[in-house]
């Protein structure tokens, strides 16, 4: 109607104009990676990882940071967590701009239907990061923007369909109930 046009005239007036995401992919090859069982979060000694070393790894591995564990220039160093395999390709694809949760659970929808068909890996992840001055809040706390604005979930999907829900948040917002 007319506050649609309205609306328009404003954003056209101030050059305001929409974006599309950013879409890039990437192969990640002979990548290590940690051994993860669907029932086992705390990991077991020579069977499988955690789910805080998997956080951790993939930090890591989205990143960019070498796994190698070889230092060089600088202090510290990093290694996949054991038990780990060496995965031959490794898929990387990263979504940047505003992106609504509808198109992210139609995503992870699609992700789930991996499995459908016969293939070799037995799990896959969704990282979601918001931005750092999200408004985005938790229960009845304002959202710790100027202390660091950490403001992520990751979904790791299994073969069996179990997933993990990882989530952080800043050192001053609650945790999402």
């Not at 990640?28 to 069977?47: A, F, H, I, M, T």
């Not at 160093?77 to 031959?88: A, D, F, K, L």
Request: charge should be negative; include cysteine.
């Amino acid at each position: 109607g007319a506050e649609g046009s309205t609306l328009m005239s404003y954003f056209s007036k101030n050059q305001i104009r929409a974006l599309k995401p950013k879409i890039t992919f990437s192969t990640l090859r002979d990548l290590q990676c940690p051994v993860l069982q669907s029932n086992e979060l705390q990991g077991k000694p020579e069977e499988s990882c955690s789910t805080e070393e998997l956080f951790e790894w993939l930090g890591a591995v989205l990143n960019q940071v070498s796994l190698d564990n070889k230092s060089s220039s600088f202090l510290s160093t990093y290694c996949c967590p054991q038990p780990s395999t060496i995965v031959e390709k490794a898929f990387l694809c990263t979504v940047t701009g505003f992106i609504i949760p509808e198109k992210i659970i139609q995503l992870l929808e699609q992700l789930c239907c991996y499995f459908g068909d016969p293939k070799l890996a037995s799990w896959l992840t969704l990282t979601v990061h918001g931005f750092a001055d999200s408004p985005v809040s938790w229960r009845e706390s304002e959202h710790g923007f100027h202390k660091g604005g950490e403001n992520l979930y990751n979904f790791v999907i299994f073969r069996n369909l179990d997933y993990w829900l990882q989530m952080a948040v800043g050192t001053n917002d609650d945790c999402p109930p």
